[in-house]
């Protein structure tokens, strides 16, 4: 165990996780806890009534970028991991840690950009915190938010109920959100066309769950990217998971610039994507489902779940074009600057 805390450690990949089970799960680990998944799965105050909630602090920089800013990311961020159980979201909280001589027009455009994200979501921001930190102590603003939905009576969705000859479809192109960042930060110029892909994503998962109602899991693909997303799946469910990188959807231009950097695009950062586990004879119909949203439409089948050997630990591994295979692994330390 590393002696002090390292940026790898919020990275999304195997020192996070390492940090979580040796730290924090060790503290105060509760099954719910223990599931792994994006939110807790609770039980309700009413028979058979279940509750989803989850937590997620926003410390990106810049705080604006192309496509949204660290207020629409908050928002967009708590709403998916909430909806990721199969919830309703409802509620939201929202605590603000600010640095003295913050820009109070900034601070204004940034509570304008989570109202009108929260009701494009249709939750409310209901309670909240304010703390101020002195000068020189915080880098501006950071963000917490924590959210709250009803789960339907009968749905149970998790990493654990993947199973063999399950397909896995993501709801669109990878990478986005963290070229973007990495672009505006480093003040680099590939393209007048990337954006951050954050995106309030409820609203397209319960069209899927309609459509497919035994979906297996949703999982939000943030940090440590897709690969360290099939990774968790993999290490919950037990089993093998295998990637078509022909048919992984990408930008050009996120592409381009993965190559021209060195960075692994399976690796990379999103904010508005989910990844989808479903049996395989309702994943013509959940991929249905995901295009017939504005966030949806580039959604794939890439891959299936397959059985693993007892004789080793599951693994995730890409078919790559030449037809060649190779394991994608999980990220390790921290690959881009702060996506979130």
């Known amino acids: 165990m590393d002696e002090t805390v390292l940026l790898g450690h919020g990275s999304g990949g195997s020192m996070m996780q390492r940090i979580i089970d040796r730290v ?3 503290a105060y ?3 719910e806890l223990r599931q792994g998944n994006d939110a807790a799965d609770l039980p309700g105050t009413a028979p058979g009534e279940r509750i989803s909630f989850s937590t997620d602090s926003f410390v990106v920089s810049p705080r604006f970028f192309p496509g949204g800013d660290i207020g629409h990311l908050a928002v967009c961020g708590t709403v998916n ?5 199969g919830a309703i ?4 909280s929202c605590a603000f840690i600010l640095e003295e001589g913050f820009p109070m027009e900034d601070l204004k455009r940034i509570c304008q950009s989570m109202a009108r994200t929260a009701a494009e979501a249709g939750v409310r921001i209901v309670t909240g915190d304010t703390k101020v930190v002195n000068r020189g102590h915080g880098d501006g603003i950071y963000i917490n938010t924590s959210g709250i939905g009803v789960i339907p009576a009968g749905r149970r969705l998790g990493g654990q109920y993947c199973r063999p000859g399950d397909r896995i479809i993501v709801s669109g192109t990878i990478g986005d959100h963290g070229i973007t960042i990495m672009s505006c930060r480093e003040q680099l110029s590939f393209s007048a066309n990337l954006k951050s892909d954050a995106a309030p994503l409820n609203h397209m998962i319960e069209s899927v769950l309609q459509a497919a109602p035994d979906t297996r899991c949703f999982r939000d693909p943030t940090r440590g990217g897709l690969a360290s997303t099939l990774n ?3 290490s919950q469910s037990g089993c093998d998971m295998q990637v078509r990188q022909a048919d992984v959807p990408v930008a050009e231009e996120v592409m381009g610039a993965c190559e021209l950097l060195g960075y692994d695009v399976f690796q990379v950062a999103n904010e508005g994507k989910m990844v989808c586990v479903v049996p395989a004879d309702q994943a013509d119909a959940a991929l249905d489902a ?3 949203s504005r966030y949806g439409a580039a959604a794939a089948v890439i891959g299936e779940v ?3 050997p007892h004789s080793r630990v599951p693994r ?3 078919r790559t074009s030449f037809g060649s295979s190779r394991i994608l692994d999980m990220l390790v330390g921290e690959q881009l600057p702060r996506i979130c």
């Open 24 to 26: 924090f799960l060790e």
């Open 29 to 31: 680990g509760s099954d």
């Open 81 to 85: 991991d909430v909806a990721t159980a």
């Open 89 to 92: 979201p409802r509620y939201l």
């Open 232 to 234: 968790e799946l993999a």
């Open 290 to 292: 995901m295009r017939s």
């Open 306 to 308: 397959l059985e693993a």
């Open 316 to 318: 995730v591994e890409l």
